[in-house]
């Protein structure tokens, strides 16, 4: 019974907000250039749905591509620096510094290497450089999480460099590794959203492109729906990796709950 | 011959200066030794010595040779938390490159012989505290040491758990006969569970006093209320008050 309300709470709500603006814009006669209806709304998602989808897809795939190659690039330098301070005492600063820079600031650069007939490769790229940090950073603080106590006992039983990676400390950073992956999930999705804007054209049509097309033409209705499909793809991602980290930490744990 | 042996070691840390020594301690096969001080005198620093998990900065450490004839076990379980008992308690013996088969077989007999059996699915987290340590005192036995290292076994747990699991780690003394070091700021625990009783005193650890404790072991039940054991305790205690009035 409460679960079902706890569940219902947010659907409510949204309604409720809807209702206020469809309510709202009606009352006040706001122009639909400056706010549309969520009834205008629904209706352009509807007009342009094949197109708003496929977009989505567009987006959505190169951001799943980006966390696919940010998921190889850290954890693969992070099992290399793992071991020694010094490595990892080096690398951190630059790790550092491509995550502050802005992925906007190195947008143009990023479209000329790719080349202009490949923006998509750019987009990819620099998505890729965003979910980069979250997942080197977890992995590493994982790695490096094991209870000193059972390196201790690793010690005494005379284990192997690889006995201990794989016995130990992968295990053992396990949970940290998928928190890092679903951050930088959210990240890839930003960032692809944000090297469209700069990069997108031609064959790069994703979403972010659809808000420029419908918000230059003037059709706000349709760059709402744009910019909500975009929302509700990220709250699905967000909620299927969410459920996915539960399962497999309930699995590591052998019990539900943290 | 003594089975391992600290001969005047010093541990000093880096910035924190002098944690232990100069500090003497021999083993005989099969003999129980409580290490009894207050925290911060180095008796825990002493038993990762004779575990050869770190060295001593002067004097010489004689470990037990050979892999899994020492074991440890800690304050806390210590067990990989995504790992069943059984794969916790096969773990020494599988670094220590038995087959899986073996290594699983041998588990279950530990677990078995901490009264334990059904519990060999489970992970950790689905045990109570003393379940817990007692999984933890499988993965010590497993590989029949002929040194046990104690570290505070029963500092997290209740006191009809730690009496239980105190009788329970004599009679599988009585099986295996190793040495042990029991490491404790108990005075009771440490009557209770050894042979001899080094007290210790800090700021740097050193030995205060040995007291040699008769009687039977495996203790017998009532042993607790016993005259010897009183007019020890007693002593014990004021021996331990000294050492840390030595050191304020």
């Excluded at chain 2, 290292?149 to 004599?170: K, N, Y």
Aim: hydrophobic content about 55%; proline content about 7%.
């Amino acid at each position: 019974m409460s679960r079902l309300v706890s569940l219902l709470a947010p659907v409510a709500l949204v309604i409720l907000l809807l209702a206020g603006w469809e309510a709202m814009v009606r009352l006040l006669q706001v122009p639909a250039y400056v706010l549309p209806a969520p009834s205008a709304v629904a209706a352009a998602a509807a007009g342009s749905g094949t197109v708003l989808l496929g977009s989505a897809w567009n987006t959505l795939s190169m951001a799943l591509a980006a966390l696919a190659i940010a998921s190889a690039v850290a954890n693969g330098l992070a099992l290399l620096v793992a071991p020694s301070p010094l490595m990892e005492g080096a690398v951190r600063p630059l790790a550092v510094a491509l995550q502050v820079t802005p992925v906007v600031a190195i947008a143009p650069q990023a479209v000329i290497w790719a080349g202009l007939d490949h923006p998509e490769r750019a987009v990819v790229g620099l998505a890729a450089i965003v979910a980069f940090f979250p997942i080197f950073s977890g992995t590493l603080t994982g790695l490096r999480s094991a209870d000193p106590d059972l390196e201790r006992l690793f010690d005494l039983y005379g284990a192997t460099r690889l006995q201990r990676l794989f016995r130990l400390r992968l295990p053992a950073a396990a949970p940290f590794m998928l928190e890092g992956h679903k951050v930088a999930a959210g990240l890839a999705i930003v960032g692809a959203v944000v090297a469209e804007f700069v990069a997108g054209s031609g064959s790069a049509q994703g979403l972010a492109w659809r808000i420029l097309e419908a918000a230059n033409r003037l059709q706000i209705a349709r760059e709402f729906a744009a910019v909500f499909v975009l929302g509700l793809m990220g709250m699905a991602l967000h909620a299927l990796l969410q459920v996915g980290e539960r399962e497999i930490l309930t699995r590591w744990r052998g019990r539900k709950g943290r | 011959m003594s089975l391992a042996a600290l001969e005047e070691v010093e541990v000093d840390y880096p910035g924190r200066g002098r944690a232990l020594g100069p500090f003497s301690l021999a083993l005989e096969p099969g003999e129980t030794v409580a290490l009894i001080g207050p925290s911060g005198c180095g008796k825990s620093t002493a038993l990762r010595l004779l575990a050869g998990l770190e060295p001593p900065t002067r004097g010489r450490a004689v470990l037990a040779q050979g892999r899994g004839e020492t074991s440890v076990v800690f304050q806390a379980p210590t067990l990989m938390p995504w790992a069943s008992a059984a794969d916790n308690v096969a773990l020494p013996l599988e670094l220590s490159g038995a087959g899986r088969a073996e290594a699983r077989r041998r588990a279950l007999q530990a677990l078995e012989q901490v009264r334990l059996p059904g519990v060999a699915a489970a992970k950790p987290a689905q045990l109570s505290g003393g379940m817990a340590m007692r999984v933890s005192l499988a993965r010590a036995l497993v590989t029949r040491p002929r040194l046990l290292l104690l570290d505070e076994p029963f500092a997290a747990l209740d006191e009809i758990t730690r009496r239980a699991l105190a009788d329970d780690i004599q009679t599988l003394w009585a099986e295996l006969r190793p040495a042990v070091v029991f490491v404790t700021h108990n005075v009771e625990e440490a009557l209770y569970m050894a042979g001899r009783l080094v007290v210790m005193s800090p700021g740097p650890g050193r030995v205060a006093s040995v007291t040699e404790v008769q009687g039977p072991y495996p203790r017998p039940p009532g042993f607790r209320t016993t005259a010897l054991f009183r007019e020890l305790a007693e002593k014990v205690s004021a021996d331990l008050a000294a050492a840390m009035g030595a050191a304020a």
